[in-house]
């Protein structure tokens, strides 16, 4: 069974300082990867998806990559700003399947 | 376009009423997706449409819960005799194909609170 794990739960950070957020898996037969922004009370919002056939994704500030054959993957956010403040969800597409499995998202606090 | 669309955005119900939840989808998906998020908690799956027709319905948690999209665009998902635990935020999302791995793209959700 596909299980989804974000390591650290929740990030309080100064602005402008680097950060990575973890996400591991524990089945590598995966379609894609994706990481989602969700603002509070509010949807989810895509920032980043890798086919299972690529290791990054580059989006402005933000770089996603992906270690299939270790269950790996890590969002880099540089220079971060307080508007970054939200929770970011990784999520998995299993091989054969048609829905996300989502890890608990990584509440990020960026203070001014 | 258009993204999707749910409605409505909140609501409060009391424990044993019915309640329903709508989901437009953006125009031209063909599939559609539902989602339930309980509070700290990521989204987990519901049930899945390919067309009008239920193609996987493996996550409604029991027979309390039920969905239609009778004419392949537009869904509802039905809840019966709501008990305090179906409190969470429902998401709607779609896909232009159908099939694995196709992205989806969310709405911005039903907060539903039982009270």
């Known amino acids: 069974k596909q299980e989804v794990t974000q390591i650290p739960a929740a990030l309080s950070v100064p602005e402008g300082e680097n950060l990575v957020l973890n996400c591991s898996f524990t089945d590598s037969a995966i379609y894609n990867l994706q990481w989602f922004r969700q603002d509070p009370g509010k949807g989810l919002t895509s920032l980043l998806l890798?086919?299972?056939?690529?290791r990054e994704q580059t989006s402005g500030r933000l770089n996603a990559s992906l270690d299939k054959s270790s269950g790996r993957s890590t969002l880099y956010i540089a220079a971060s700003q307080p508007g970054d403040s939200a929770t970011y969800l990784c999520?998995?597409?299993?091989?054969?399947?048609?829905?996300?499995?989502f890890g608990t998202g990584t509440r990020l606090k960026v203070l001014a | 376009g258009a993204g999707v669309s749910q409605t409505p955005s909140n609501k409060v119900t009391e424990k044993g009423k019915y309640v329903e939840l709508r989901c437009d989808p953006i125009s031209g998906h063909t599939a559609l997706y539902w989602y339930r998020q309980s509070l700290g908690q990521g989204p987990e799956f519901l049930i899945y449409?390919?067309?009008?027709?239920?193609?996987?319905d493996s996550g409604l948690p029991n027979d309390r819960f039920f969905a239609v999209r009778p004419e392949g665009s537009v869904s509802t998902l039905k809840i019966q005799r709501t008990e305090r635990g179906d409190s969470a935020v429902y998401l709607c999302?779609?896909?232009?194909?159908?099939?694995?791995?196709?992205?989806?793209?969310f709405g911005p959700g039903t907060r539903l609170t039982v009270l």
């Open positions: 449409f390919q067309g009008t027709g239920a193609a996987d």
């Open positions: 999520a998995v597409f299993p091989s054969g399947t048609y829905k996300y499995i």
């Open positions: 999302a779609s896909s232009f194909l159908a099939g694995s791995g196709r992205e989806q793209f």
């Open positions: 890798i086919q299972s056939s690529q």
